[in-house]
């Protein structure tokens, strides 16, 4: 795909806006999705950060939970952010009763791994093809990979913890990078968008 890709950002609860922001700086049109049939027209999605179970539960109550799946499953670009981490997650180490995922990562994560809202920090993150240095990372209340399958490639660490990973067409971080007004993970998704096109 040359040309601008379409990415959209589930918006049933989270940082929706940074990320719609975010993408439209890396060269993408943003759109908020909600519904099956505005995922159908999307050509790649953001799973954003907020809280997990919420997100899990609307999902499934809203009745995006196997179309996500599926679209995932399928191949489409995705891209989650902490809480959207959890959710590509094929486990979790603790999950909350009845949290599911959309999976698409063969990976473990631990939910809130980095300490509670009041530890969140700010770190610099040297992430594995993204050019030009290291990006701030802003890590709140932050999950961690615990291991990876063979197909997974991980990205980045912070203090021996895994924090970014990729397989495939999915991707995800630990952190939020949308809060720093550095858009190049960003850019690296819709990149990777253009390239499924």
């Known amino acids: 795909m040359t040309g601008t890709p379409v990415i959209g950002v589930l918006a049933l609860q989270g940082d929706v806006r940074e990320h719609l922001t975010a993408l439209a700086s890396a060269g993408a049109e943003a759109r908020a999705v909600r519904r099956p049939e505005e995922l159908a027209r999307v050509d790649g999605l953001v799973l954003p950060g907020g809280e997990s179970t919420t997100m899990s539960k609307l999902a499934v109550l809203f009745g995006m939970m196997e179309p996500l799946r599926e679209r995932v499953a399928a191949g489409m670009p995705v891209y989650g952010t902490c809480a959207g981490m959890i959710l590509l997650a094929d486990k979790i180490l603790d999950p909350r009763s009845g949290q599911e995922t959309v999976q698409g990562i063969d990976m473990i ?49 912070h203090g021996g913890h895994i924090v970014a990973v990729r397989q495939d067409n999915a991707l995800a971080t630990s952190f939020h990078p949308e809060l720093t007004g550095d858009h190049r993970v960003h850019g690296l998704f819709a990149d990777m968008v253009r390239a499924v096109g």
Request: charged residues 20%; without cysteine.
């Open 109 to 157: 994560v631990r939910r809130n791994a980095f300490g509670r809202q009041n530890e969140s920090f700010e770190a610099a993150v040297a992430i594995t093809s993204v050019p030009g240095g290291p990006v701030e990372g802003v890590f709140i209340r932050a999950p961690w990979v615990e291991s990876v399958g063979a197909g997974v490639e991980v990205l980045a660490e």
